[in-house]
C-alpha cells in the first residue's frame, strides 16, 4: 500500500464589479515563477499549485484534477475538495452549479470536464479490448443542517409520505471503510445521462441570497462517480497475431471473469465559511450559517489532528516524540462522509478559493492557513479489487477441491493400512512396511505402464517399416531395417526426385543410376534412424530392469524384516507358553504371500514355500536366520 499526500491548489478569483465600485483592492500578491502567494505585508504560503485571476478554467483542470481522474480510471479512490469563503468561486470552478450553460465550453468547471475525459477513456478501452465490460453510477448527497438528503430521489428530499421515510445513513464496514446505506445510485450508459443527473442534483440542491453571494450554497454537496472495470479472458477463445473479433454478449457470458477493480471519486462541493454579521443572514439563513461553520470546524479540526501530529507515535521534524492523536471523525456528519478521504485510502486534491479584496483579508487568510495544514495529511491508498469477484470465488474453489483430493487420498491410505495381515499386528513397524509396500507398488505401476508405451511404440514403428519396404521396393531399391514413420515422404517421391535432379543430369546422364543413388541416401537415412530409436528402446529397456532390480532388493529387504518381526514374534510365544509354539509357526507358515509380493505381481506359491523359510529358528540352531535370508 502507498502513500500519498493530500496535494492543494489555490485559486484567486477576480475581483467583482461590486467590490471595484466600493474601491476595494487586491491584498494577495503571487510571486511570478514559483507557486507561493503573501497576503499582506509579509504572510507568506508555499503550495502545489497556484492560480491567478487570469488562468482559465481548462488549465486548473489540467494542471491539478486531470491526474487525478487517471488515477481514479486505474482502480484508485479519488476526491476533490473545493473549500473557501462564500462568494470566493467554489461552485464556478467544480462546475455543479447551473449558472454555466453546457455550450460554453471554456466556462465549464472540473466536474464536466472530468466526466467527458472518463466516458471518453472508457469507450476507448472497450473499442480496443472485446473482453473488457465496465459499468457507471452515479449519487448526489447533500448535508444540509446535519441531515443527509439524496437529490436524485424527490422522495428523500420532500421526507416522505407522513415524513416515516428514512434517509440515508452512515454505516462502517467490516474493513473499516464509509458505506452509506439509503441512497440511489443510478446507472448511467452514456455521458449526457452523468450530466442530466448533475442538472437533476443541482436543481434540488439549497441555495439562498445573502449580503455577501446572490445565490449562496446552504449545504455541502458531494457528487460520486462509481466504476467497476472487469478484463474477461478473451484469448482463451480467440488466440494468435490477429486482433480478437468483437464479441457479442452471448460470448461475453461464457468467457472466464478476470479481476474486478472498483473506484470511485468524489466532488465535494464545500459550504462556504461565513460571519453572520457580514452576510446579515437572519432566521432560517441563520441556522444555516451556524450548522456549515460547526461541520467546517469540525473538518478543520480533523485536519488539524492529521497534518499537525504524528499519528503512529513517531518523532516529529524536531526530533520529539508525540503521542498518537485522536481524529474527531465523529463530531460531524461531513467528517464522517471524507474520513475516506482524509487519512484514508483515496487520492485526494483540495481546490482552495479565496477573494484577494482587502475587505476579506481575514477570511482568506483563515482559508490559506485550512489549505496548508491539510498539505500535511498522508494517505495510504491501493488498487481495489472486487472480494467478491468469480476470480476469487474460483481460487476458493479451486483450494477446496484440492483439499478435498487430500482428505480422499487420507482415508485411502487409512483404510489400506487397517487391512493388514493378524501377523502384524505385534509389529511396532507394521505401518513403516504398508508404506514401503505402497511405494513399491506405485513404482511397480509406473515401470509396467512405461514398458506398455515401449511395446506399443515398436509395434507401430514396425507396421511402418512394414510398409515404406513394400512402397520402396516398387522404386526398384530395398531397405534393411526401416523403424522410422517416413510414410508422408513416399507419397511425393516423384515430385521429390524431379526437383532435385537437374534437367542436365536426366538428360546426358541415366536417369535409373540418379534414382538408385536416391534410394540409396534414402535407406541410410533410414538406417541411421532406426539405430537412434533402437538405442532409445534400449535405454528405457535398462531404465526398466534397473528400477524392476531396486524394486526386487527392495522386496527382499522386507521378507528379511518380516522373518525377524517373525522370529521376534515366535520367541515371545514360546516365552508366555512353549506346546503352542510349533502351531503358531505352522500358521506363519500357512499364511498367504506377503502384501509386497502381491502389490509387485510377482507370482507365488505358498503351498511350495519350504518350511525352513517360515519355520521358527530354535536356540539350538543359530545359523537358520541366515539360511531362511539366502533362500528368499
Avoid at 367 to 391: E, G, L, P
Avoid at 576 to 588: E, I, Q, R, V
Avoid at 615 to 629: C, D, T
Wanted: glycine residues 6%; proline residues 5%.
Amino acid at each position: 500500500m502507498a502513500s500519498s499526500t493530500v496535494r492543494v491548489a489555490l485559486r484567486i478569483r477576480p475581483l467583482s464589479s461590486r467590490e471595484h465600485i466600493n474601491g476595494e483592492t487586491e491584498c494577495v500578491t503571487q510571486l511570478p515563477g514559483v507557486p507561493q502567494i503573501v497576503i499582506g505585508a509579509d504572510r507568506a504560503f508555499t503550495f502545489d499549485y497556484v492560480f491567478s485571476p487570469e488562468v482559465s478554467q481548462e488549465q486548473v483542470y489540467n494542471e491539478t484534477m486531470r491526474p487525478l481522474v487517471t488515477q481514479f480510471l486505474q482502480g484508485y479512490n479519488a476526491t476533490v475538495l473545493a473549500y473557501g469563503q462564500t462568494g470566493s468561486g467554489k461552485t464556478f470552478s467544480m462546475g455543479t452549479g447551473l449558472a454555466v450553460p453546457d455550450s460554453d465550453m471554456d466556462l465549464q468547471g472540473v466536474v464536466p470536464r472530468a466526466i467527458r475525459e472518463i466516458w471518453q477513456h472508457l469507450a476507448k478501452k472497450s473499442a480496443k479490448r472485446s473482453g473488457f465490460t465496465y459499468s457507471v453510477d452515479v449519487s448526489f448527497l447533500e448535508l444540509y443542517n446535519e441531515d443527509l438528503i439524496d437529490l436524485l430521489n424527490p422522495r428523500m428530499v420532500s421526507g416522505g409520505s407522513g415524513g416515516n421515510t428514512r434517509g440515508p445513513t452512515i454505516r462502517e464496514d467490516s474493513h473499516g471503510n464509509m458505506v452509506l446505506t439509503g441512497v440511489e445510485r443510478k446507472t448511467v450508459n452514456c455521458e449526457d445521462d452523468i450530466t442530466g443527473y448533475l442538472h437533476q442534483g443541482a436543481l434540488s440542491r439549497t441555495t439562498a441570497s445573502t449580503d455577501m453571494n446572490r445565490s449562496s450554497s446552504r449545504s455541502h454537496a458531494i457528487f460520486t462517480i462509481h466504476l467497476r472495470q472487469q478484463e474477461r479472458k478473451a484469448s482463451a477463445i480467440y488466440t494468435g497475431s490477429q486482433p480478437s473479433p468483437p464479441m457479442s454478449e452471448t460470448q461475453m457470458t461464457g468467457l472466464d471473469s478476470g479481476p474486478s477493480i472498483v473506484s470511485k471519486i468524489h466532488f465535494v462541493d464545500l459550504a462556504g465559511s461565513e460571519r453572520i454579521k457580514r452576510t446579515g443572514a437572519a432566521g432560517d439563513r441563520a441556522k444555516e450559517g451556524i450548522s456549515i461553520n460547526a461541520g467546517l470546524l469540525a473538518l478543520g479540526n480533523v485536519i488539524s489532528a492529521l497534518g499537525g501530529a504524528t499519528p503512529n507515535g513517531n518523532a516529529s521534524s524536531s526530533g520529539t516524540p508525540k503521542r498518537p492523536v485522536h481524529v474527531p471523525y465523529r463530531d460531524s456528519k461531513l467528517t464522517r462522509l471524507l474520513q475516506d478521504s482524509l487519512g484514508g485510502n483515496s487520492q485526494t486534491a483540495m481546490l482552495a478559493c479565496i477573494s484577494p479584496s482587502d475587505k476579506n483579508t481575514n477570511e482568506s487568510l483563515n482559508t490559506i492557513r485550512y489549505a496548508n495544514r491539510a498539505r500535511n495529511i498522508r494517505n495510504k491508498v491501493a488498487v481495489n479489487f472486487d472480494k467478491n469477484s468469480s476470480v476469487e470465488l474460483n481460487m476458493l474453489k479451486t483450494e477446496v477441491a484440492r483439499l478435498r483430493g487430500e482428505l480422499s487420498n487420507l482415508k485411502l491410505l487409512k483404510r489400506q493400512s487397517s487391512i493388514a495381515p493378524a501377523d502384524q499386528a505385534f509389529d511396532p513397524g507394521s505401518n513403516r512396511f504398508v508404506s514401503e509396500i505402497l511405494q513399491l507398488q506405485a513404482k511397480n505401476n509406473n515401470l509396467v505402464q512405461q514398458l506398455d508405451k515401449a511395446i506399443r511404440r515398436m509395434a507401430v514403428l514396425e507396421k511402418d517399416r512394414d510398409s515404406l519396404r513394400v512402397q520402396v521396393a516398387s522404386f526398384g531399391g530395398s531397405v534393411q531395417s526401416t523403424p522410422q514413420l517416413a510414410c508422408s515422404k513416399l507419397p511425393d517421391f516423384e515430385s521429390l526426385t524431379a526437383s532435385t535432379t537437374p534437367t542436365s543430369q536426366l538428360e546426358d546422364g541415366d536417369p535409373m543410376m540418379s534414382r538408385s543413388n536416391m534410394l540409396e541416401t534414402l535407406d541410410r537415412e533410414l538406417t541411421e534412424q532406426a539405430e537412434r530409436h533402437e538405442h532409445q528402446i534400449n535405454s528405457v529397456r535398462r531404465h526398466y530392469e534397473s528400477k524392476l532390480d531396486l524394486a526386487q532388493e527392495s522386496l527382499s529387504v522386507v521378507q528379511k524384516e518380516r522373518d525377524v518381526a517373525l522370529e521376534y514374534l515366535a520367541k515371545s510365544k514360546k516365552s508366555t507358553s512353549p506346546k503352542m509354539l510349533p502351531d503358531s509357526a505352522n500358521s506363519f507358515g500357512r499364511s498367504s504371500p506377503s502384501p509386497g509380493r502381491k502389490l509387485l505381481g510377482i507370482e507365488s506359491n505358498t503351498a511350495n514355500m519350504t518350511p525352513t523359510r517360515l519355520r521358527v529358528p530354535s536356540r539350538a540352531s543359530k545359523g537358520a536366520p541366515e539360511a531362511s535370508a539366502n533362500a528368499s
